[in-house]
């Protein structure tokens, strides 16, 4: 997991469920300025979790690949900081 930064999610959209490619990762909330406390989660061995500050269900999929997500649009990425 060293080589990989810690994956960002938000769940804008609204939707019941986001399937994720990795069990550490950041739930955001929302896309800013509307975002909650970024919280770190980590699944442990369970295969989802639920994010204790907007209710998200994140479930663990490995299938979509490490910092991706089903649905796609619920990845975020800091465009401030990558420039």
Do not use: W
């Amino acid at each position: 997991m060293a080589d990989h930064g810690t994956p960002h999610f938000h769940n804008d959209p609204g939707v019941a469920v986001i399937h994720i490619g990795a069990r550490e990762f950041m739930c955001i909330g929302a896309k800013p300025p509307f975002d909650h406390p970024h919280v770190f989660l980590d699944m442990g061995s369970d295969d989802e979790i639920v994010c204790p500050y907007c209710s998200t269900l994140f479930k663990y999929e490995p299938s979509v690949g490490h910092g991706h997500c089903k649905p796609a649009e619920c990845e975020y990425h800091d465009t401030a900081k990558a420039a």
